[in-house]
């Protein structure tokens, strides 16, 4: 019952999130470098963690970090490995291999204070939402960092569905 309640609750406030944002934000989410969202505009090299990734771009290399999302540290200098933080590194290696084509689109912000590229993470050859796929498969938290916040009510309902069927890191941690 107090699943099921805190499911419902969860659910109202990521549609309540999206209905004040989701006319005026999605105008700003644009593709790095324009084209569609299926066009491949950077190749992954190397996967850092569950969040991060290394992507050439135009022949650069460069830090790329998922925008709305925290997967469990595993590389974080002084930070023990936080529980579910190999296999969510092992999922996004796994979704995202090196070589593997894909498509950047950034929101409001283009980088971090650690000056990381912010993207929205969709792999060219089947237009899978990578970011999303990490959340729907309970590898990944929404992480809310404003005014980076186009798809959070999806971010916030995909976890609240994980939770509720205790997929991948709500199973143990």
């Not at 549609?15 to 004040?20: E, F, K, N």
């Not at 989701?22 to 644009?30: C, D, E, I, K, N």
């Not at 296999?87 to 290696?93: C, L, M, V, W």
């Not at 237009?127 to 990490?134: I, P, Q, T």
Request: aromatic share 6%; charged share 25%.
């Amino acid at each position: 019952m107090r699943s099921h309640r805190l499911r419902t609750v969860a659910v109202a406030l990521a549609v309540l999130a999206g209905c004040g944002r989701a006319a005026g934000r999605q105008a700003s989410v644009l593709p790095i470098g324009g084209a569609s969202r299926a066009t491949p505009n950077a190749v992954v090299t190397r996967v850092v963690d569950g969040d991060t990734i290394r992507a050439r771009i135009s022949g650069r290399q460069e830090r790329v970090r998922f925008i709305g999302i925290d997967t469990p540290e595993s590389v974080k200098p002084n930070t023990p490995v936080q529980c579910f933080a190999l296999a969510a590194s092992a999922r996004t290696k796994a979704l995202l291999p090196p070589g593997t084509a894909i498509r950047l689109v950034r929101d409001a912000e283009a980088r971090d204070r650690y000056h990381r590229l912010l993207a929205y993470v969709y792999r060219s050859r089947d237009g899978l939402f990578v970011n999303l796929a990490l959340v729907r498969e309970g590898f990944a938290r929404p992480y809310t960092f404003p005014p980076n916040v186009a798809h959070e009510a999806e971010f916030v309902a995909a976890a609240a569905q994980a939770r509720a069927q205790g997929k991948g890191l709500w199973s143990r941690c």
